[in-house]
């Protein structure tokens, strides 16, 4: 992470609270926007920009803290900064995945020590999310068919049980087979199932294991077991 490349949100309504943040949060070299209002900032702020974290208080004029919580996205951490907090509402801010609640008066290590520590969640959150941004990519490359495809030898099934389920021929099944693998561009099927595990495309794919299936196709149970709950495949070859 570039520290110099990294922003400070600064969201509180007292005017001096904000201007002394400014100025500590400078002081450790990093960018500050300062807002007085959760609209004010919600008006302002940029998803794509990170690392990036917000210091905010949970007391404001228009949405609270915890209200403008629920609108962030997760490539910026949240730290709460309020002389009004209690147990209760702190562990509700940290469910939500705030990174820490801090009470005023806090002292000026422990709030910078809370910016770093938030600043590089930012970075990994959002090399993350770009890397399965790429991912859906290349699932986007894929015909519906490859996709059928795709989904049956993730839970183990061989190339004649592929083709027993879709009606086709194990020839078929082997060039579009390849396809997948060149599209996907993996060199295993390891890979390929931990890609399909992270984009979900193999979603309830389990289900198409019908009665053709057999012995080796049930002792792929627990990758079936594993993404069953993920989202439905798409319709379309469109990109994600």
Request: net charge neutral; proline share 5%.
């Amino acid at each position: 992470m570039n520290p110099s490349a990294a922003l400070v949100y600064v969201v509180d309504d007292d005017a001096s609270v904000r201007r002394a943040l400014t100025r500590l949060v400078r002081s450790a070299g990093h960018e500050v926007e300062a807002y007085g209002s959760a609209r004010e900032f919600l008006a302002h702020w940029c998803v794509e920009r990170t690392p990036a974290c917000v210091v905010l208080d949970v007391q404001l004029p228009d949405l609270s803290g915890l209200e403008l919580q629920r609108e962030l996205d997760a490539r910026l951490p949240i730290i709460f900064l309020t002389g009004h907090g209690d147990i209760a509402m702190t562990v509700g801010a940290i469910k939500a995945g705030a990174t820490d609640f801090l009470t005023k008066p806090v002292r000026d290590d422990d709030l910078l020590r809370a910016i770093d520590q938030a600043l590089v969640r930012s970075a990994e959150v959002s090399k993350s999310m770009h890397e399965l941004d790429e991912l859906r990519s290349r699932v986007g490359r894929l015909t519906v068919r490859e996709r059928e495809v795709m989904n049956l030898i993730v839970l183990g099934l061989l190339n004649k049980q592929v083709a027993c389920e879709l009606g086709t021929v194990e020839k078929t099944v082997k060039a579009h087979r390849a396809r997948v693998m060149q599209k996907m561009e993996v060199g295993s099927l390891a890979e390929l199932v931990r890609i399909a595990d992270k984009v979900a495309v193999a979603s309830n794919a389990h289900r198409a294991v019908g009665p053709h299936a057999d012995a080796s196709a049930v002792a792929c149970q627990p990758a079936a077991q594993r993404i069953r709950d993920q989202g439905p495949i798409p319709p379309t070859p469109a990109v994600s």
